[in-house]
């Protein structure tokens, strides 16, 4: 960080502070991750400096040889590690991408099926505050009281009433497997396109830890920093039919250029992500957070619907006495992160949120196993069992900056 401390040491001691923080917390917000450093050695490359409007082949600038290059291999490596005809690697975030899918294929006003919000539905799936929901008419199916699963007996019900024109399936906060193949079907009998937004399970699904959407959703949009452990971004992977709308809807129809920088990061995430250790990396999530969850369950927390099949775990704190925003404070301060968010038919406001989200994707990415887990969630319910007592914090943190120091975080210079 030579230039940057002689240009502007302000802001390379406020990079130091962070990559001192990462690496000293257990880092447990389940969309988060650490990038290779390979990773971010290509984001922090002259690939900024290019201005590439356009695709490979047909773009408005000149001088791009090598960043069509980029993203053609960007393009190959990622139809080839999901399995789907198309893909769009220029959007600039999960919520770009799902913009996107909307502009390029349906018009404003036309009506859209998705998550509802407290059932762990994303922004982008019809939130009022979010240009989803003040563009489109979005009618959100929910989950289960009792089980807290997805009801794709209501999904079925209301696709009959609503007919959408998209039917989305995916989620922020949901601990479940999906039925991709029961949505399909749904999908189909309404005549709505099957959009999968696969932004928190993207990594367990081209590690094979999780179902792919790959051949019955006909649309699929992705965060690539999540679970997959690439640079910040999005894209959107599609049936060849589709490739023309949705490649209008990127570009022009919801941005500019592309972060050809950003683009390179994603190829060189693409190609860590189809090797056999990102695959043992994925299950590793998958088996850590299994294992949590039970660790959690032995302590007497409540998990919404009662454990976990990915790599998130939702509790729900209020038999604990607190909100999700007091409990994940009281984490911090022990120095484990996680973040407070709303719970199946809260009762909380969801600025307190009654659960707390967290997962295993970034400190699996450290080398954590089963093992450690029963320590994590131990740790996390003494926290939560006298969350003002500084003594039970400090011995925590102790703990939590040890195992830290056993297992560095990668990408992080040292
Ligand atoms: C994170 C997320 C997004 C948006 O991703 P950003 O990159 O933060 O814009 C979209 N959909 C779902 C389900 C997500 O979890």
């Known amino acids: 960080m030579g230039a940057l401390e002689q240009v502007d040491p302000e802001v390379a001691a406020m990079i130091r502070h962070e990559e001192q923080r990462q690496q000293t917390v257990l880092e447990m917000i389940p969309s988060e991750n650490y990038a290779s450093a390979a990773v971010i050695e290509a984001v922090g490359s002259v690939l900024t400096n290019k201005y590439a409007e356009g695709y490979p ?8 040889e090598f960043v069509d290059d980029v993203e053609d291999i960007a393009r190959k490596r990622a139809t080839e590690l999901f399995g789907v005809d198309h893909a769009n690697v220029q959007p600039h975030s999960g919520t770009q991408a799902n913009m996107a899918v909307y502009l390029g294929l349906i018009k404003p006003g036309d009506t859209v099926m998705g998550l509802k919000l407290d059932a762990g539905g994303h922004l982008t799936h019809g939130s009022p505050v979010s240009a989803s929901g003040m563009l489109y008419n979005f009618v959100s199916y ?10 794709y007996d209501e999904m079925h019900a209301l696709a009959k009433e609503h007919r959408p024109k998209i039917l989305v399936v995916g989620a922020t906060a949901y601990p479940r497997l999906w039925d991709f193949k029961r949505a399909r079907e749904i999908a189909d009998e309404v005549g709505a396109i099957l959009m999968a937004d696969m932004a928190h399970i993207a990594g367990l699904v081209a590690g094979g830890a999780h179902p792919s959407p790959a051949g019955l959703a006909q649309v699929m949009t992705t965060s690539t920093h999540k679970t997959l452990r690439g640079p910040r971004g999005g894209m959107v992977l599609c049936d060849r039919d589709l490739r023309r709308q949705i490649d ?11 972060m050809m920088h950003v683009i390179a ?3 060189v995430m693409l190609k860590e992500a189809a090797t056999a250790e990102f695959s043992q990396h994925a299950h590793q999530v998958v088996a850590n957070a299994k294992a949590l969850a039970a660790s959690l369950m032995d302590t007497g927390m409540t998990l919404i619907s009662g454990g976990t099949d990915n790599h998130l775990v939702l509790v729900d704190v209020r038999p604990m006495g607190l909100n999700g925003v ?6 911090e301060a022990a120095g484990i992160v996680v973040n407070s968010n709303p719970i199946p038919f809260d009762t909380l406001p969801p ?20 093992e450690d887990m029963k320590f994590v969630g131990q740790a996390m319910a003494r926290v939560l069992a006298a969350p003002t007592d500084q003594g039970v914090l400090a011995a925590v943190k102790r703990e939590v900056q040890e195992i830290c120091a056993k297992h560095p975080a990668p990408g992080i210079p040292a």
Do not use: C, M, W
Request: aromatic fraction near 6%; glycine fraction near 22%.
């Open 57 to 64: 082949g047909a773009r408005y600038y000149h001088g791009n």
């Open 142 to 151: 929910g989950v289960d009281r009792e089980s807290h699963l997805v009801d």
């Open 248 to 258: 209008r809807g990127v570009f022009p129809g919801s941005q500019g250029g592309p």
């Open 265 to 267: 990061g994603k190829a």
């Open 326 to 331: 007091q409990a994940a404070d009281a984490l």
């Open 351 to 370: 600025r307190e949120g009654g659960g707390i989200r967290f997962g295993t994707p970034a400190i699996t990415s450290r080398g954590l196993v089963e």
